[in-house]
């Protein structure tokens, strides 16, 4: 592990400062989240205000993630030597300058701009955060490590998306960013206060990437992200209108609803690390996709119960929470000495499927009802499920 000379020597000090990094880049996470799915409670004012339909609309999740696919890897190859404090920070820039476009953005391109942005900001912050975050702990607190920095992505959907969508629906989507810009730069100036210095460890280039695409493990790995990033987005991105056209919820009901799906993903963020060290990492990602997928599949078909269809939101939330802690996981557990180079593939080809995934549930939801954006994620997590069902673990101690 490195050790990073401006870390107080005290053996407690030392633990406390490095878990408030670790605590600063899980803030960074939510504060990504936050940005890049705040669209999603807001999708049909955003689409009303800029005289565009839900499914165009979906263009402002779509846009991020392909542009994370090519920033991942090139982050990676320009900043071969740059202290990776220093590259956080610019990311969490990046951030900050993506909610005030959005804030001011007047038509539809206008936003897309803003979009375009956080795309660097994300390929590059979940590039780099989780490998950053394992550097600050000890082999033994890893899981923790990445627990807890994935967990800003269920914190971001408990209180970002359902907050978003009310603050939208009181003082306009435009308030919404506009909170949210104030919220990066709190997160901006924590990380620069916590962060240590964290000079980059490897002289990352072209054929790290090339030599840990070739480690087997890490393939397979790859292959699932990209079948389940598809499956979740061609599903979640058209939650809110679901829910407002289909279940025929009210504004606060919604907000209510996506409250709880965040507090359930949150939930499942943290029982990851139980049911990885209990079952291993094979058996805890194949349970929670499978629950994923059948709990969108059977709700695609019941629109028409409320209770019904919450309670499945709720069950899809709890598994969704689980699901990057154990791909996160699982490529480390791949690749160790190269997790760096794996984290920026695996952002890579995840952000490629979100994109497709939003992309092509926005097609089905314009077409034929968001119920079929549902039908085509269920039937994706199940392609997922398939792909870890006939995987082989990934270490010695990971049960067949």
């Not at 999740?61 to 071969?80: N, Y």
């Not at 956080?88 to 936003?111: D, E, K, Q, T």
């Not at 029982?271 to 805890?284: D, S, Y």
């Not at 085509?376 to 082989?392: N, P």
């Amino acid at each position: 592990m490195s050790q990073c000379s401006t870390l107080n020597t005290d053996p407690i000090t030392t633990s406390l400062q490095r878990w408030l990094a670790v605590l600063s880049l899980a803030c960074g996470t939510f504060a990504l989240v936050n940005t890049e799915f705040l669209p999603i409670g807001l999708l049909s004012p955003i689409a009303h205000a800029l005289n565009v339909s839900e499914g165009q609309a979906g263009w402002a999740i779509m846009l991020p993630g392909l542009v994370a696919a090519v920033a991942a890897p090139l982050i990676m190859l320009i900043s071969r030597q740059l202290n990776r404090k220093t590259l956080l920070l610019i990311l969490s820039g990046c951030i900050i300058l993506s909610n005030a476009i959005a804030m001011f953005a007047h038509s539809f391109p206008a936003l897309l701009v803003g979009r375009l942005i956080l795309g660097f900001g994300v390929g590059g912050f979940w590039a780099f955060a989780i490998p950053a975050g394992r550097r600050l702990v000890s082999e033994a607190q890893s899981s923790r490590a990445i627990s807890l920095i994935s967990a800003g992505v269920a914190v971001g959907t408990v209180a970002g998306v359902p907050a978003g969508a009310f603050i939208g629906e009181l003082f306009g989507w435009r308030m919404a960013f506009t909170v949210n810009t104030v919220l990066a730069i709190a997160v901006f100036v924590y990380q620069w206060i916590a962060l240590p210095s964290l000079p980059a460890q490897n002289s990352l280039g072209l054929g790290s990437l090339l030599t840990v695409a070739k480690i087997k493990g890490v393939r397979r790995g790859l292959f699932i992200g990209i079948f389940m990033a598809a499956a979740q987005f061609s599903a979640y991105t058209y939650l809110e209108p679901w829910l407002r056209f289909q279940v025929k919820l009210s504004a606060s009901d919604i907000s209510l609803l996506l409250m709880g799906y965040g507090i359930a993903g949150l939930v499942g963020t943290f029982l990851t690390e139980i049911t990885v060290r209990e079952f291993g990492v094979k058996r805890a990602f194949l349970g929670n996709i499978l629950l994923l997928a059948f709990s969108v599949l059977i709700a695609s078909q019941l629109s028409s119960s409320v209770v019904a269809a919450s309670t499945l939101i709720v069950i899809w939330g709890l598994a969704f929470g689980a699901l990057p802690v154990c791909l996160n996981i699982w490529i480390y557990q791949a690749a160790p000495a190269m997790f760096e180079s794996g984290s920026a593939l695996m952002v890579c080809v995840f952000q490629i499927a979100l994109a497709a995934g939003a992309f092509f549930g926005g097609v089905l939801a314009d077409t034929q009802g968001t119920s079929a954006a549902f039908v085509l994620g269920g039937v994706l997590a199940l392609l997922a499920g398939f792909s870890i069902f006939v995987s082989k673990p990934q270490n010695k101690q990971d049960p067949a």
